[in-house]
């Protein structure tokens, strides 16, 4: 999760009271939106694209029939990496990639997953280890921590959020570029699938997007639209401006509301269904699949006296949140791992990392994340095999 502590200690007190009078004006001066209805929202596609999004609470038998099922590789094991959100904390998950090449035991992913900072990082890991440089460049060179630069709560209140959007724009634009595309087309041809969540907050609902569909098609709005799903998914609402992603229904245009992956879900693993019926999930065939799910966050309960101002309590309610969110997921793709013979890997950040007071995006702290990563990727014992239970410990081993 992205933490914006020093943003809001020195804004709090002297914001809050302001919010509801200024709450009253901001209807005066926020542009209205084209106005669209639900039946429009099911049926909503993105003009010139086809196959490259389903909701992830879609049937299990969409999901199956679905071209976001990766082909069999022959001789190829199923490995799946699933990458969670966590702000700056991504620098772990860069650090764990960087160290697992290191290690010399890295695969190659059949499908990986991002959700928000995991979105950042999935198309880099996806394409394998010779963009590990451009990972830890993105989180250790300071890069990341303009993120977060310049708070404005008259921005906050008078339009969509507290932060520019622009610096994280512009760092997506900056490594997504067309030969990245390219490569990704190339490997999705192959049957490889590289996914990203957003949250439609119109539907309310999450969405799966299929980056390798959007990168192999043949129009110049492509780029575009896979830069935009990207932001949208780091998006965290009122920290950064949602994104506005045109679409059409029945030839009316209009455009969705799309937010950070995090929202809906801290990390995608399977569709909605699969993990309410596990049994509804397709069987794998071939030697032992395996999942790896790269938490790049905390997910133990931590204890701090939290001051008595209504940011701190919404940040730490959101943080609560999240982490039993978190746990609750983990806890049902484990059970489907076992009704499945698929192998459960899991590292998160655990209590012995010290936290950082600032905005989660300092630098300093990036690399020491970065290097707390690397270490154990290096070291080769950073993953666990059963989901951690609330008070912090692994439910069972296998």
């Not at 909701?55 to 038998?61: F, N």
């Not at 990458?83 to 860069?94: D, R």
């Not at 008259?154 to 030969?179: C, D, M």
């Not at 013979?341 to 010290?354: A, E, M, Q, V």
Request: with cysteine; proline share 8%.
């Amino acid at each position: 999760m992205l933490r914006v502590r020093s943003a809001i200690g020195a804004l709090g007190r002297s914001v809050i009271p302001c919010l509801a009078v200024l709450a009253l004006l901001q209807a005066c001066v926020s542009t209205p939106r084209l106005a669209y209805t639900e039946d429009e929202a099911k049926l909503a596609v993105i003009e010139g694209f086809s196959g490259i999004r389903i909701w992830a609470d879609a049937p299990s038998d969409a999901f199956i029939r679905s071209s976001l099922r990766p082909v069999p590789q022959p001789g190829k094991p199923f490995t799946y990496l699933a990458l969670s959100g966590g702000g700056g904390e991504g620098a772990y998950g860069a650090g764990i990639l960087a160290g697992w090449t290191a290690a010399g035991t890295r695969p190659e992913f059949t499908i990986v997953s991002g959700v928000s900072t995991g979105a950042l990082i999935a198309p880099f890991a996806f394409l394998g280890s010779r963009y590990d440089g451009i990972l830890k460049e993105l989180y250790t060179s300071g890069i990341a921590s303009t993120f977060v630069e310049g708070p404005n709560p008259v921005r906050a209140v008078f339009g969509p959020a507290l932060f520019s959007r622009a610096p994280l724009r512009e760092a997506v634009s900056r490594y997504a570029t067309p030969e990245l595309l390219a490569a990704i087309a190339a490997e999705h041809a192959k049957g490889r699938r590289l996914l990203v969540v957003t949250t439609n907050l119109d539907s309310d609902r999450a969405m799966i997007w299929d980056m390798g569909a959007i990168a192999a098609t043949p129009s110049p709005r492509a780029l575009g639209l896979f830069q935009d799903v990207i932001t949208a998914s780091a998006s965290i609402p009122v920290v950064f401006p949602p994104m506005l992603i045109d679409a059409v229904a029945g030839g009316h245009h209009f455009q969705e509301m799309h937010v950070d992956g995090t929202v809906t879900t801290p990390v995608f693993t399977f569709p909605d269904n699969f993990l309410l019926r596990p049994d509804s999930a397709p069987r794998l065939t071939g030697p032992r699949p395996q999942l790896f799910i790269l938490m790049n966050n905390r997910i133990d309960p931590t204890f701090h006296v939290i001051e008595d101002v209504a940011p701190y309590v919404a940040m730490r309610s959101f943080s609560t949140k999240n982490k039993q969110d978190a746990r609750g997921i983990l806890s049902a793709t484990y059970e489907l791992a076992q009704r499945n013979h698929l192998s459960f890997n899991l590292t998160y950040i655990d209590k012995s990392t010290p936290e950082t007071s600032g905005t989660g995006f300092d630098t300093d702290y990036m690399r020491a994340l970065y290097a707390h990563g690397y270490a154990k990727g290096t070291a080769g014992d950073f993953w666990i095999h059963a989901p951690p239970t609330a008070a912090g410990t692994p439910v069972a081993m296998r």
